[in-house]
């Protein structure tokens, strides 16, 4: 079982839960996040005063997959996020010892 982390354009959401609702992955979580990297934030006016906006919002998908789909859903996740300019984000992936299901008590690929 491996853990999933996507951290995308916060427009790009619905097309990414759409692709992968069609590729049959229904669970996940979804947190609304800021963060900075090679995009490095941009600077705005507001009421005549210039300031930096250093972290840019973004989206962070979390899923537990088993390991025959991580594949799959990377490539779903790389098609549907792209837009080919700088801060389209990053995947991260791990592996995941063990996953319960509370209210079954089941473990792994099953409690997911």
């Known amino acids: 079982m491996k853990k999933l982390e996507a951290i995308i354009k916060p427009f790009k959401l619905n097309e990414v839960k759409q692709a992968l609702h069609d590729i049959g992955v229904l669970g996940m979580t979804v947190t609304e996040v800021k963060g900075c990297g090679r995009q490095k934030g941009h600077t705005e006016i507001y009421r005549g005063s210039e300031y930096t906006v250093d972290f840019l919002p973004k989206v962070k998908i979390e899923m537990a997959l088993p390991d025959h789909l991580v594949e799959q859903v ?9 837009t ?3 801060g389209d984000g990053k ?4 592996t ?3 996953a ?6 089941e473990h792994g690929d099953q409690a997911v």
């Open 84 to 86: 080919g300019k700088i």
């Open 100 to 105: 319960i299901r509370l209210r079954t008590g």
């Open 91 to 94: 995947i991260f992936i791990w």
């Open 74 to 82: 990377v490539e779903t996740i790389e098609k549907a996020a792209v």
């Open 96 to 98: 995941i010892d063990d």
